[in-house]
């Protein structure tokens, strides 16, 4: 293995399968033929636990549980694709798993917090303050459409740590999940005008 990469697997015994999640790039390029014509191997989002540890690793250990946003698409190789035993990944890509988040949960994250944050902190987007462990008010409030969607879930809780207050829609029996994320005021998808009289409220 190079440095500063992990081997990992979604099934680190033959009896017990660890969850791969279906990430839609993966059924659009499948539905779109490009698997049978490139030979492609797919596999964007899993959770398992460390089998293996490069050199130079030092913030994960073996046995493990991680969650892994894997790069196959754009790196070209075919040991970074999630639909197989056995994976690789820089550990740029990986996440601790805690205990208390079973891996069927803890699977659909790495799409979710990557989307957030890609449409929020990179700079041909949103291009926000990034976030923090300590973040400081920054006066500006980031409006959340579709607040308790997985996206607009990591959206709320990272402009929240960037130092954003945040506004976000969903139905109103979502209203407590989306306060308890640090959101300061709700609003009901069911009532809302559309969001360019909203902005200039």
């Known amino acids: 293995m190079s440095h500063h990469q992990?081997?990992?697997?979604?099934?680190?015994?033959?009896?017990l399968r660890r969850p791969v999640f279906i990430n839609p790039v993966d059924w659009k390029i499948q539905d779109s033929g490009a698997i049978i014509r490139n030979w492609l191997t797919l596999g964007e989002d899993i959770a398992g636990e460390v089998i293996e540890v490069?050199?130079?690793?030092?913030?994960?250990?073996k046995g493990q549980r991680i969650i892994v946003h894997l790069q196959s698409l754009g790196t070209s190789n075919i040991r970074q694709a999630g639909f197989q035993e056995l994976v690789i990944s820089p550990q740029s890509s990986v996440a601790p798993l805690p205990d208390s988040v079973s891996y069927e949960t803890g699977v659909v994250l790495p799409l979710s917090v990557s989307t957030a944050t890609a449409g929020l902190f990179q700079s041909n987007h949103l291009h926000l303050y990034k976030p923090s462990l300590s973040p400081t008010k920054k006066g500006k409030t980031l409006l959340v459409w579709g607040g308790s969607s997985s996206v607009g879930i990591s959206d709320i809780q990272l402009a929240v740590a960037a130092g954003y207050d945040v506004v976000a829609t969903a139905s109103e029996n979502n209203f407590h999940l989306l306060k308890s994320l640090g959101a300061t005021?709700?609003?009901?998808?069911?009532?809302l005008p559309s969001w360019q009289t909203l902005l200039q409220s």
């Open 54 to 61: 490069g050199d130079g690793v030092s913030s994960y250990t």
């Open 6 to 15: 992990a081997a990992f697997s979604d099934r680190p015994h033959k009896a």
């Open 185 to 191: 005021r709700d609003l009901d998808t069911a009532v």
